[in-house]
């Protein structure tokens, strides 16, 4: 695992909502050294270090990923946010998201 100081998404973050590192192949551009989370209970839902783009999101901040209409899309997410939303409030946001 890479080293705690250079991880956007600390492990406790990982450990308390139950991200597993995804080996899915996305249509995105990833950051050399961000990581790329699968969301547990929703599928095609990741969470990421670094926007579509390839650009590291800034600290205490990532980026959710889901498919929206015409393809995957996302929106930037404080950490704080993503560790005290239950699976049902994620759920509200790709549904609410996916017009893109």
Avoid: W
């Avoid at 890479?2 to 080996?23: A, F, H, M, Y």
């Avoid at 995105?28 to 390839?54: N, W």
């Avoid at 997410?77 to 049902?88: A, C, P």
Wanted: glycine share 6%.
């Amino acid at each position: 695992m890479t080293k705690t100081q250079d991880c956007i998404i600390d492990d406790e973050t990982i450990s308390k909502i139950g991200l597993r590192l995804s080996d899915e192949p996305i249509n995105a551009q990833i950051a050399i050294d961000a990581r790329v989370f699968e969301y547990p209970h929703l599928d095609y839902v990741f969470v990421m270090e670094s926007d579509l783009y390839g650009n590291r999101m800034p600290k205490d901040s990532c980026f959710l990923a889901f498919n929206g209409t015409h393809g995957l899309i996302g929106k930037h997410l404080r950490v704080e946010t993503l560790r005290n939303s239950s699976v049902d409030e994620i759920k509200l946001m790709v549904e609410s998201n996916t017009e893109g």
